[in-house]
């Protein structure tokens, strides 16, 4: 019986995924007035921080330290900074986010979120190396992101040098 249900709930779950919009539902609005520089500064940077600052070694006169947290709250900052920077890969692809080329912009989101997903369940699992490794992929997408819509739109706003 219990199979019988589920099978019908899970069909009919999938039936209405599949409808782009129900008769009568309003249609959700979203607002995406914040400028893309302040999401980043305001949401995306803290999260992305907050995971970073839970990995890796710190060099400094007196020795070696290890930046991995050593409690369960310390943990749970570096796994809340990468369970917002799923949901901000999601944010990115909202209505009025993406920028030119699209594709691009929501490939990037993509892999943010599919990278985050990962090292939070590195965090999950406090295993240090697995973060602190998982923080460098999700550097990765970030640099290459920011390389394609600042760094290059920049230099093409400009005229680079030789480029005509």
């Known amino acids: 019986m219990n199979r019988v249900l589920v099978l019908t709930v899970t069909g009919l779950a999938l039936a209405l995924a599949g409808c ?3 008769p009568g539902a309003k249609r959700v609005e979203y607002n995406t007035d914040l400028p893309m520089n302040e999401l980043m500064g305001h949401v995306i940077d803290p999260a992305a921080w907050a995971y970073w600052r839970g990995s ?3 060099i400094t006169a007196e020795g070696e330290r290890d930046l991995s947290p050593t409690t369960e709250e310390g943990w749970l900052v570096v796994e809340n900074g990468a369970a917002t920077l799923i949901e901000a890969g999601n944010l990115l692809q909202m209505p009025g ?3 030119a080329p699209e594709a691009d912009w929501n490939r990037y989101s993509k892999q943010l979120t599919e990278r985050a997903m990962v090292a939070r369940a590195a965090a999950e699992r406090k295993d240090k190396q697995a973060v602190f490794d998982e923080g ?4 990765e997408v970030c640099q290459a992101c920011h390389k ?3 760094i290059d739109a920049q230099e093409n706003a400009q005229g680079s040098p030789g480029k005509k």
């Open 20 to 22: 782009s919009q129900l």
């Open 56 to 58: 890796g070694t710190e």
């Open 97 to 99: 986010r993406p920028r």
């Open 136 to 139: 460098g992929r999700v550097y």
């Open 148 to 150: 394609q819509f600042i």
